[in-house]
């Protein structure tokens, strides 16, 4: 064995998560990078610009000393170009860390997407990462597009806030894209609830899903289980019916022989004889139906007027006069009345 061999055997034997096969990659150590760890520095100078928008450009003016500050002790490089709109990192020769180029890169983009000062900067830890997820491409339909995204945010931003909550992470929806910042295993459940919204499925049942997890971690016996038997499902319903046509065409009934050629205009001025008339007759027919149809006209325009002029037809309020049965017998009653009447006062004398 060689001694660059040994050396690492050694590092491998101080490192708890280099002993044997990983099961959960989550629960590795990752150790911690020092400047003893790269004394030489780089050997090329890395940068990266990114270009911001005019409505941003007031507040990265007013911050920019405190980036520069947070970078610095990083020993990376920050300028500002007004003029051009960009803003640009690079490393110096005091640079030890390779991969905080990276981490700078982020910063800037993140603050050209709106993200402020106080929660880009956390991105320079070497536990917090950030994700920018680009949304737009994932619905075509711009009014379906705007309905997710306000679906993402919830009423007064309820929906995002506890995705914060379950998720550890700063999520801002800002545009066509999504920022999100925080542990690297809260950045994957946000970009998988962020893209299932954006197909169509309700950010409520993922958060529901998370909610469930997070109290199952709690539980010692629970933790190592598989939990998809308490994990909800949930199948997606087509309740959209089709709309039916206004009008619907029966099908004709199948026959082999082809349909009957229409007839041509030479073929009804024949059959009319209309084809053997001079041109002075078939202008004087054409003058006749004219004044013909004038008339029609001329009598269906007066009939119009004149039914302003009408006089309404008046409705009696009298009971009409009925000659029935009924009314003969009630005169007979009566005078069978007065009868009675005569007799009783003839008795009284």
């Not at 993402?152 to 894209?177: D, F, H, R, W």
Request: hydrophobic content about 30%; some cysteine; glycine content about 4%.
């Amino acid at each position: 064995m060689s001694d660059s061999e040994s050396d690492v055997g050694d590092q491998a034997g101080n490192i708890e998560h280099f002993n044997g096969p990983v099961e959960n990659a989550w629960l590795m150590k990752i150790p911690e990078f020092k400047p003893e760890d790269n004394p030489n520095g780089l050997l090329e100078e890395s940068s990266f610009s990114c270009l911001f928008p005019k409505y941003r450009e007031k507040y990265i003016k007013e911050c920019w000393p405190l980036v520069v500050k947070a970078l610095g002790t990083h020993h990376i490089k920050a300028e500002l170009d007004l003029i051009l709109g960009n803003m640009t990192v690079r490393t110096t020769r005091k640079t030890w860390d390779p991969y905080i180029i990276l981490k700078s890169r982020d910063v800037i983009k993140l603050l050209s997407r709106s993200v402020p000062f106080e929660q880009a900067v956390k991105v320079l830890d070497d536990e917090i990462g950030c994700e920018i997820i680009k949304i737009k491409n994932l619905v075509r339909n711009k009014e379906k597009f705007v309905k997710r995204r306000s679906r993402l945010i919830g009423p007064n931003g309820c929906t995002l806030k506890s995705l914060e909550l379950l998720t550890s992470c700063y999520v801002l929806v800002q545009g066509a894209t999504v920022s999100a910042i925080g542990p690297y295993k809260g950045l994957q459940c946000v970009r998988k609830v962020v893209e299932e919204t954006m197909k169509n499925i309700h950010p409520i049942y993922n958060i529901k899903a998370l909610m469930i997890k997070r109290e199952l971690m709690k539980d010692e016996n629970l933790r190592e289980e598989n939990w998809e038997r308490f994990l909800p499902r949930f199948q997606s319903k087509n309740t959209s019916k089709r709309s039916k046509p206004k009008v619907v065409k029966k099908k004709k009934e199948y026959t082999p022989f082809p349909p009957q050629m229409q007839e041509s205009k030479i073929d009804k001025q024949l059959a009319s004889g209309e084809y053997f008339l001079t041109d002075e007759q078939k202008r004087s027919k054409k003058r006749q139906e004219q004044v013909d149809k004038e008339k029609r006209d001329a009598v269906v325009q007066k009939k119009r007027r004149e039914k302003d002029f009408e006089a309404p037809q008046e409705t009696s309020k009298r009971a009409p006069k009925t000659d029935s049965v009924d009314s003969q017998l009630d005169v007979k009653s009566l005078k069978g009345k007065i009868a009675k009447a005569n007799k009783r006062a003839a008795k009284s004398k």
